[in-house]
């Protein structure tokens, strides 16, 4: 399979605890992009990566989330001091950017809960 | 800010066409995707339109009107496993931000 990959699959951790997730992009696209996703809402745009740069950030990305991609090939996201409110899926997208128009293909997700 | 508004349900039985309408309000806007997420599932890419009118794609079809900032995406012949949550979303910021819609909650029946 060569899709978008995340691991973990699902995280159960307490509150306060660190976790960081990781994702493996498609492995010729150049951006990779991290959302997240709470139950009967759509995906929110976190943040995203065209090869090793971080280039864009919402302000949703709270100073207790961080975000890498050290090698412009997998990327990782931790989130520091977990709060119950962090409780979501979060989804990683990569893709081939070519002039103005690109698909993002999804990975499966990681789905977190914060007890 | 950015906002786009579809519907929050729609039945239809199988064999049936449904539309499911988006209306957006974006700036820097370059393109209109329709994504598919069966539950516990990633989204799907279903199809992307930057200019106005009709892409078909199999059963598949998405329109857009730039100029009404309006686009739907049409399923033929509806089978029992097109029941899932279906997202408009607009590519904005350049070229690669996605901002989704709330989804529209698709249920075929018998």
């Known amino acids: 399979d060569t899709g978008v990959s995340q691991d973990p699959r699902h995280k159960i951790t307490k509150r306060g605890q660190n976790v960081t997730f990781r994702c493996d992009p498609i492995?010729?696209?150049?951006?990779l992009y991290w959302y997240r996703q709470t139950l009967g809402q759509g995906p929110e745009f976190l943040t995203y990566f065209q090869n090793e740069a971080q280039l864009e950030k919402s302000r949703l990305l709270s100073d207790r989330f961080s975000a890498e991609r050290p090698k412009g090939s997998f990327s990782t996201l931790e989130i520091q001091r977990t709060e119950q409110g962090d409780s979501a899926m979060y989804l990683c997208?990569?893709?081939?950017?070519?002039?103005?128009?690109?698909?993002?293909?999804f990975g499966p997700g990681t789905r977190l809960l914060v007890l | 800010g950015q906002s786009l508004e579809q519907p929050s349900e729609v039945t239809a039985v199988e064999g049936a066409i449904v539309q499911i309408n988006c209306t957006y309000q974006?700036?820097?806007?370059?393109?209109l995707s329709w994504y598919q997420q069966h539950d516990g599932g990633a989204p799907t890419f279903l199809s992307y339109n930057a200019l106005d009118g009709l892409e078909e794609t199999g059963r598949f079809s998405s329109f857009l009107s730039r100029s009404d900032s309006y686009g739907y995406l049409l399923l033929q012949e509806l089978q029992m496993k097109d029941s899932a949550s279906y997202f408009c979303a607009s590519l904005t910021g350049g070229g690669n931000k996605l901002t989704f819609g709330t989804g529209t909650q698709l249920k075929v029946e018998l």
């Open positions: 974006t700036s820097g806007f370059y393109g």
């Open positions: 997208a990569s893709s081939l950017a070519l002039g103005n128009q690109e698909t993002q293909y």
């Open positions: 492995s010729e696209h150049n951006r």
